[in-house]
């Protein structure tokens, strides 16, 4: 367990800039959890489990409308800071994301009193803070402009060459659902777009399955 | 001169929690500038004027397509603080906003290297720093959830009667134009809609001029 705590100490950029003290509370109080795939770990202000580093494994986070559907704004990989987990230590954070193992996924925990009670005393802590805050509001930046200046058939493209490199195969095991909820479209709106991929032999359909066939035919049309 | 500063004080949400040094410092550097109606302040990664404090006037922030399409992503009144015209200050924002003034208007800037400065070894300004830039977030974030889930007629309902409540009054002198590069669409999707609107009996449409006949009608379509 002390090992383990040492590992995490190497993915804290500003370790070396806490006193004694403010690294006894870290180390005494961090928590170590394995969520399993499909788990939601946080949901809007209604959660606040801390600060988390991924461990292994994969986490997405993603809004939801009032009827129900959804758009990814950011993933999470390993040794990957996840703020939002702890976003009731801001005031200011104004809005909800949902955040759910896409894999299973193992955390570690610095609880939010914790966290927050250290980030009010260390500037460097408060600035690293800031550092990843400004890192996931890029990503939302990042996603605004592909909303509105991209057409879905590039987005669908670029979301299939993400999930073939995160898998590391062309066979990507997804469903029409789950894209649409990654890109915040309808189920029948993506089917159709992959049926036109599908015509145009860049992918092959088949039950819970998409397979790339022309994986440069579809990054001119993602880069476009 | 000092009697305005003494202004800009009473402004600055952690001034008491600074040290006398770092308050001189702040008081040594600070500027005051008056910035023209369109005139742009700020653009991209190649400015970073500073901090920023609207003391009157009208602030926009908006990003722009490769094509020059442009969509408003927040804007800024009296005693509303900027960090986007200090974004140097922070490694992680990787994205590029423009800055420009909506109305002529006046500023208080504390210079980025003096608030740099500060940030690092103060960290209740760090930890300010954090709020005002959740704050940004949280606005991007209520822009994503409007593009995503609000069709156009509801978002340019709102928009109308968001102008109309800044300017107070009903007659806003705008064109078709401006208000596309507010919601990120074309001038001739914003005309159609219009003079749907204007058929509907809720506005009235003149060169350079939409007034506003029904507001509850307005307002009913923008809130649903």
Known sequence: MRGANMDFVSYFPVWSKLTDGQKDRILASLLTRTIEKGSVIHSGSMDCIGLVLVKTGQLRAYIL??????ITIYR????????MTASCM????????TIEAEKDTELWVIPAETYKSIMEESAPVANYTNELMATRFSDVMWLVEQIMWKSLDKRVAAFLLEE?????????????EIIANHLGTHREVITRMLRYFQNEGMVKLSRGMVTILDAEKLEALGDG
């Open 90 to 97: 801001i005031r200011s954070i104004q809005f909800d994301v």
């Open 76 to 83: 999470l990989f390993d040794v990957d800071m996840c703020l």
């Open 164 to 176: 073939a490199s995160i898998e590391g195969t062309n066979e990507i095991k997804i469903t029409h």
């Open 65 to 70: 409308s009032e009827e129900g559907r959804e």
